[in-house]
């Protein structure tokens, strides 16, 4: 038996119970799930369950003519692809619902697309926010059982970000905020921000943290001095914002900001941002005595940080995923339009699990974590 055929019949042999894999590669269970009404779930047998995408894309009209026009200089030919994706992200109505008809998703939360607002000044970034807010707003009122939201914020004016996360949750049903990477080259471990981690924690809702570039210096130091097209892939999606992004959440820990905010809970896409391939060594390297945290780094990111695939239909990255955080902190995503939504429910329907175990990940853990 080689070590792939190992793994997957490590994960067959535990399905149906979320499994751990710590750093000292012994085996736990983690606590028993349990639905949003605090009962039991019913088992299911395979294909009979609610599919619940939580990476999902859009773009308001002022946002595209605005920070997003750059990605859709070129989309003015009905002929290019990129013309196809502008229209796409700019849909939040039936055409939409009528692909996530074919691929089998029941239901998309929906975030502004990177970059985001949050490298713009304060008063832009609040204007754009609301703008955007408000337009996917009213896709939510229109399609209520298929459409759900992340308020975009301007973590500028933390202030204003407050304000706009706490009208959008408790008056419009919004399921948390995005925030896509940096803000000009400041992270959310800086304490400029922590009014929004704070308020995020006392609404009982997650932040999802989407990359975004890195800041210029590490663009010049990394990423620079090849062919501009490898320059541009390699900085972003290929590395650069998987790399960011994982940089970002142990900025986080390491700054303190869940011992300050210990029921805070993060999301991040892409199988976990290279992160769970990391987590023993920096368990190993990065020991309490040295952080001076209240708990290891391995335990923020089973506890406060929770995972999609993103577009990430890699079974083997998945495997690694799962025995390092446990079957419980995993959710469905698809990256739409970026990553096909019949490729990613196809990803789930294939992947070496019980069905319960698919269960959880197409709609169970995000109905606890989102309080459906």
Same mark, same amino acid.
């Given at each position: 038996?080689? !070590?792939?055929?190992? $793994?997957? *019949?490590? $994960? ?67 002929? =290019? ?29 929906? *975030? ?22 408000? /337009?996917? /707003? ?48 400041? %992270?959310?471990? =800086? ?15 997650? $932040? ?13 130091? /990394? ?11 390699? *900085? ?13 959440? $142990? ?9 300050? /905010? ?36 391995? *335990? ?6 929770? %995972? ?59 109905? !606890?974590?989102?309080?459906?």
């Amino acid at each position: 038996m080689d !070590r792939r055929d190992f $793994i997957s *019949s490590t $994960i067959l042999a535990t399905a149906g119970a979320a499994t751990a894999f710590g750093a000292d590669l012994s085996l736990a269970p983690s606590a028993p799930p349990q639905s949003a009404t605090g009962k039991e779930p019913q088992p299911v047998r395979s294909g009979e369950f609610r599919v619940i995408a939580l990476e999902e894309h859009f773009v308001s009209p002022r946002f595209a003519e605005g920070p997003g026009r750059s990605a859709s200089a070129q989309a003015n030919n009905p002929a =290019d692809p990129a013309f196809r994706l502008a229209q796409q992200l700019l849909d939040v109505g039936e055409k939409r619902i009528a692909q996530m008809d074919a691929a089998r998703v029941d239901m998309q939360f929906l *975030s502004l697309n990177s970059p985001g607002v949050e490298q713009l000044e304060a008063a832009e970034a609040t204007a754009i926010a609301r703008e955007s807010n408000d /337009y996917l /707003y009213e896709a939510m009122k229109r399609h209520s059982k298929r459409l759900g939201g992340f308020a975009a914020l301007p973590t500028a004016d933390p202030k204003e970000a407050v304000k706009e996360l706490e009208r959008r949750v408790r008056d419009q049903g919004f399921m948390g905020a995005i925030i896509n990477g940096h803000s000009q080259g400041r %992270y959310l471990d =800086d304490k400029f921000f922590w009014p929004i981690l704070e308020c995020a924690e006392a609404l009982k809702v997650p $932040i999802y943290l989407h990359p975004t570039a890195p800041p210029e210096a590490v663009l010049k130091a /990394y990423y620079r001095g090849f062919a501009p097209g490898v320059t541009g892939m390699l *900085s972003i999606s290929g590395w650069g914002w998987h790399i960011e992004t994982a940089v970002h959440v $142990i900025r986080l820990i390491l700054g303190g900001a869940f011992d300050r /905010y210990p029921n805070l809970q993060i999301v991040i896409g892409h199988m976990g941002e290279a992160l769970p391939f990391m987590a023993p060594r920096l368990e190993d390297k990065l020991k309490m005595p040295t952080t001076k945290l209240q708990r290891t780094v391995n *335990s923020y990111l089973r506890e406060n940080v929770h %995972y999609t695939f993103g577009g990430f239909n890699y079974t083997t990255t998945f495997l690694n995923l799962l025995l390092q955080v446990g079957i419980d902190r995993i959710m469905f995503s698809t990256d739409y339009p970026f990553g096909s939504l019949a490729e990613g429910r196809n990803f789930l329907d294939q992947l070496p699990i019980s069905p319960d175990d698919k269960a959880k990940i197409a709609h169970r853990n995000a109905e !606890r974590l989102f309080r459906l």
